[in-house]
């Protein structure tokens, strides 16, 4: 039961208790309704929708209007930005399974229109789609200068971990990002892919990838389906 003695908030309290009984299956399809938590846990409405709102957010909620609130049956995958991780090493931390799906491997002219690199070479493309328990969850384009590219081609990229091979097989020191997310309108192609509606907007992450000499290595963009995927970051207020 939740404790008002405790310095938790009584929210966060109810949370961890409802995700634990999630956990341990006490709850199948859904979880109670707003009226029995607050009479379950003598709090108010407040407190129990801020309480829910936290487990819907993190996708391991969903509710269903008019019907209640229901147990997700896949949630999110939770990547945290404090370090720099592959694809593969999120969804094995969270339990699931990962694998690939290879779209393609090949040069791409910068004259194309797309600008990788300051540099005049041409850039080569590595396209993938993702999945996590076979579910597709990310389409992920990684842009390298063609000498790296080149040397990435010849292995095995549909279960290959890029960043090891960059780091194992060719010896890159990847030393440091910067990373910026938005949104992006699926198209045709990229919602069918990932199964998703045609236009159903989606986490767009781009990403510049250095070397220990501050060189760029790599140029990153990944499209993930919001519903399986998750961003978060911890941070500290900073006393004066």
């Not at 634990?20 to 846990?41: F, H, N």
């Not at 063609?146 to 091979?165: P, R």
Request: overall charge neutral.
């Amino acid at each position: 039961m939740i404790n008002a003695d405790l310095p938790i908030p009584l929210h966060a309290q109810i949370s961890n208790l409802l995700e634990k009984q999630i956990r341990v299956g006490a709850y199948q399809e859904k979880i109670p309704s707003e009226r029995e938590l607050m009479d379950m846990y003598a709090v108010s409405r407040t407190t129990v929708r801020e309480a829910v709102s936290k487990l819907v957010n993190e996708g391991k909620l969903q509710k269903v209007h008019g019907k209640g609130t229901f147990i997700s049956k896949h949630p999110p995958i939770q990547e945290w930005l404090t370090s720099l991780n592959s694809f593969t090493d999120t969804v094995i931390r969270t339990g699931m399974n990962p694998s690939s799906r290879l779209l393609y491997s090949g040069k791409l002219l910068q004259q194309d229109g797309v600008k990788i690199f300051e540099f005049n070479k041409d850039a080569y493309l590595i396209e993938r789609l993702r999945f996590a328990d076979n579910i597709p969850v990310a389409i992920e384009k990684h842009f390298y200068p063609s000498e790296i590219g080149i040397k990435l081609s010849a292995f095995d990229l549909n279960t290959a971990t890029i960043y090891d091979l960059l780091e194992n097989e060719l010896s890159i020191n990847l030393s440091e990002a910067e990373q910026s997310i938005t949104t992006h309108q699926a198209n045709k192609q990229e919602a069918a892919y990932l199964e998703i509606p045609e236009s159903s907007t989606v986490l767009c992450t781009e990403r510049v990838i250095y070397d220990q000499f501050g060189k760029a290595v790599e140029s990153y963009q990944g499209l993930y389906r919001p519903d399986m995927y998750v961003f978060r970051i911890k941070i500290k207020r900073k006393l004066t």
